[in-house]
């Protein structure tokens, strides 16, 4: 059983994630997935739960015939103790796919196997992009995968963002 370990803060599940998870399937048994920042939630780079995150990740891998399991992971502002901390909260895995340089730099570090994976048109997959997009009240639906597009609604997404987005 191979098993591997894929993080994000997911802010929202889109297409590059897919992509990524789509051939993490192809080469490993099961997939651990970590959502970042678990903590929070109703910000402008951090608008949706931990909970409605994982509710995400669970509909969209409907679409890859993978075992996962998505683990929120809060923060902890000590970057060397980070790996073990991990470790210490997800099932045991054999290797890593990241893009991330400090999540690379830090697992090699505790000799754990990295993997890259290309980038799929970051300009437009990316997460910052699509919250731009939604407060700007521009077109994202296709950016993610559909049954993201009806989670994010089921939750009214869009108009949690743009209320954070304002000021008093
Ligand atoms: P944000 O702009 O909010 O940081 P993001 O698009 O970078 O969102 P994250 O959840 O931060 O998404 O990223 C999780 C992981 O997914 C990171 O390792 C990141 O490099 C990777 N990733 C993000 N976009 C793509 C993409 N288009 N193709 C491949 N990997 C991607
Ligand atoms: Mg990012």
């Given at each position: 059983m191979k098993r591997a370990f894929y993080i994000g803060r997911f802010q929202p599940y889109h297409l590059g994630h897919h992509a990524v998870l789509t051939?993490?399937?192809?080469?490993?048994?099961?997939?651990?997935?970590?959502?970042?920042?678990?903590?929070?939630?109703?910000?402008?780079?951090?608008?949706?739960?931990?909970?409605?995150?994982?509710?995400?990740?669970?509909?969209?891998?409907?679409?890859?015939?993978?075992?996962?399991?998505?683990?929120?992971?809060?923060?902890?502002?000590?970057?060397?103790?980070?790996?073990?901390?991990?470790?210490?909260?997800?099932?045991?895995?054999?290797?890593?796919?990241?893009?991330?340089?400090?999540?690379?730099?830090?697992f090699e570090e505790a000799d754990i196997t990295v993997l890259q994976s290309p980038m799929y048109q970051r300009d437009v997959y990316s997460g910052t992009e699509i919250r731009k997009k939604m407060i700007a009240g521009e077109k994202w639906e296709h950016l993610v995968p559909p049954t993201i597009a009806d989670a994010i609604e089921e939750i009214d997404g869009v108009a949690r963002l743009r209320s954070v987005s304002m000021t008093d």
């Amino acid at each position: 059983m191979k098993r591997a370990f894929y993080i994000g803060r997911f802010q929202p599940y889109h297409l590059g994630h897919h992509a990524v998870l789509t051939k993490i399937a192809d080469e490993v048994d099961e997939v651990v997935i970590g959502i970042g920042s678990a903590q929070k939630s109703h910000g402008l780079s951090d608008p949706f739960t931990a909970g409605e995150r994982v509710m995400m990740i669970r509909h969209a891998l409907e679409d890859i015939n993978i075992r996962h399991y998505a683990l929120p992971i809060e923060d902890i502002q000590q970057n060397s103790i980070w790996v073990s901390y991990i470790l210490s909260r997800t099932p045991p895995f054999d290797v890593v796919y990241s893009n991330n340089p400090l999540v690379i730099r830090l697992f090699e570090e505790a000799d754990i196997t990295v993997l890259q994976s290309p980038m799929y048109q970051r300009d437009v997959y990316s997460g910052t992009e699509i919250r731009k997009k939604m407060i700007a009240g521009e077109k994202w639906e296709h950016l993610v995968p559909p049954t993201i597009a009806d989670a994010i609604e089921e939750i009214d997404g869009v108009a949690r963002l743009r209320s954070v987005s304002m000021t008093d």
